[in-house]
């Protein structure tokens, strides 16, 4: 279907070039013959000049210059049939081209038609439809039967079936109870459920799926502008075998013949094809590729570094114990902690936020917050001023470090303050992902030669975390600066991919050669900044992504090489007049279409 002015203007010409093409055959033999194939070929010829001339404006030199120079060349020389073939293959070529990425990009475009437009609001008792950008953080809507959840929030009623497939690629629904939170894009698979808004619209997970949906493909790959300079090379090639084709036998048809074979019109379109499948295929897997661009990049990664806290493990902590200072009660110390963790996003925040709750505790408003990324947070309570953090955050704060005494070493621990002394200490558990052992494994075998992670979280919990992982480095204590440095570093042994969640990641995940963030729970600033987001809430679909970016990259190449060098072989037989004008055209035809289904194989990659 043509959507757009260009895509129509591609079918209008398709149409001119094959009526006149019926119209001098239907006239064969006929003196209008020659006239109907000429006046059908000129409209072609003169809408693809005005393209080279555009790209040569842009410094760019495309093999389209073949397809102009072979139809005008046969026109020149009194081959008007092979010129109207040629205008249509090259037409028919553009046409292909379209269909074929939009086929390929399917995918991802389903997305973009669940967009809710408007939701449902209680408001006094009552319930009233606002526009989506009305929604406000704090805002309780009601999600019907069926509905599209339209930004991120946290279930208010008791349960709620939501199916995540569209998103995910995850065919059973998931169960979420109350004061649990979703991601935005997913529908509502059971009963109609009440959510607090956590975000707008415009920040919610899926407004940034779909603002990288719509950036996907925009930007040119590295292979599409590799595969232009190979161009160069093969227009160079094709114009001496046609000049010599003519000087040594001194017919121009010969030449004529040569050119039209070499019309690459849709062969240099398979790179995009195949790369926009493989970004299709990867979708599918729960892996959201922001562009070609960075699937290729993905096909080359050297390095891996992982986040450790909602990364490389599930990121849902649980409170094992709560230590307090000597006349200090437990359940006052996780009430502060937690009323003030109201205000952040971090893993262990929403963990202490959900026990608090859990054990009916009532959390005040928090005032004054200001959040360290993936240090703490600082702020007043009940009009004392409390911080909630790792150890070094609050005793750099307090001047008083806490003894680590009676803390298993693996223990993940908050430190909390109040009133500018240390008042205990929350010890939480939160295991490492399952499956992590051999998916780290199976990336090694795939070719990531260092794997390495990189924690803001103290260097006992990391180094007993890790054990057995045979992880080629750990680095603990980090500020968000500090993994940056990490990429930064990593980066002179080449190309680095990065995983994380938080908010203190996406610093190092822009960096990184290619950023991935664990979209369907991690927080929206690292999703922004990555150029692939995980949309499941787990690892694995990472090993899944690379093996087809690899492959997606393979086809890319293959669809290249194969097309270039059939169509090297036509251009020779053509040279020793083995094909006339016409049936190169036709021979060039069926390669384009082999080479563009070929490309089109990297939908159904196998992972
Ligand atoms: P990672 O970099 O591995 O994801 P983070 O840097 O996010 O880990 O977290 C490390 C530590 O920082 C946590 O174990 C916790 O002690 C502390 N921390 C950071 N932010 C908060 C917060 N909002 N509430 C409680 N603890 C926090
Ligand atoms: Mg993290």
Partial sequence: MPRNPADQLKTALLLIALAGLLAGLALWGQPAAPLAWQAATLPVLAALVVEILRSLARGEVGLDILAALSMSAALAFGEPLA???????????????????????????????????????????????????AIRPGDLLLIAQGATVPVDGTLASPMAMLDTSALTGEPLPRRLSQGQATMSGVTNAGEAFDLTATRAAADSTYAGILRMVQAAGAAKAPMARLADRWSLGFLGLSLAIAGAAWGLTGDPVRAVAVLVVATPCPLILAVPVALVAGLSRAAQLGVLIKGAAALEAMARIHTLILDKTGTLTEGRPQITAIHVLDGGDAAGVLRVAAALDQASTHPMAQAIVAEARARGLVLPLPEQVQEFAGEGVAGRVDGQDVLVGGEAFVAARTGRQLALAGVEPGAVTVSVAVGGKTAGRLVMADPLRKGVGPLLRHLREGGIARIVLATGDRAAVAARLTEGLGLTAVHADLTPAGKLALVAEERARGPVMMVGDGVNDAPALAAADVGVAMGARGAAASAEAADVVLLVDRLEPLAGGLTVARRARAIALQSVAA??????????????????????????????????????????IKV
């Fill in 83 to 133: 010129a109207s073939v040629v205008a249509v293959m090259y037409s028919g070529g553009t046409f292909l081209e379209s269909f074929a990425s939009a086929r390929a990009r399917a995918e991802m475009e389903a997305l973009l038609t669940r967009v809710p437009r408007t939701a449902t609001r209680h408001k006094d008792g009552a319930l009233e439809d606002i526009p989506l950008d």
């Fill in 563 to 604: 097309g270039i060098g059939l169509s090297l072989l036509g251009q020779v037989a053509a040279a020793f007049g083995l094909l006339s004008p016409v049936q190169g055209a036709l021979a060039q035809e069926a390669i384009d279409v082999a080479v563009i289904l070929n490309a089109l194989r990297a939908l159904r």
